[in-house]
């Protein structure tokens, strides 16, 4: 494990990056985020508002039904 990475929960997550997007599939225990890495977008922000995770990918959900 690198230096920007920590275990969370036996998965591998971002040191420093919290996530909150419950129905991402990248979200984990204690609002981390186990992404390789994570891309944040929008080339005209002005704003936090403006901004978005392009790395978001939405829960399988499939897998509960």
Known sequence: MDDKKKNCGGRDCISGVCCTVTNCKHHTIGDQCTAT?????????????DTFCGTFSPVDTWQYV
């Open 37 to 49: 890495h994570i891309n944040v977008k929008s080339e005209d922000a002005a704003t936090k508002a």
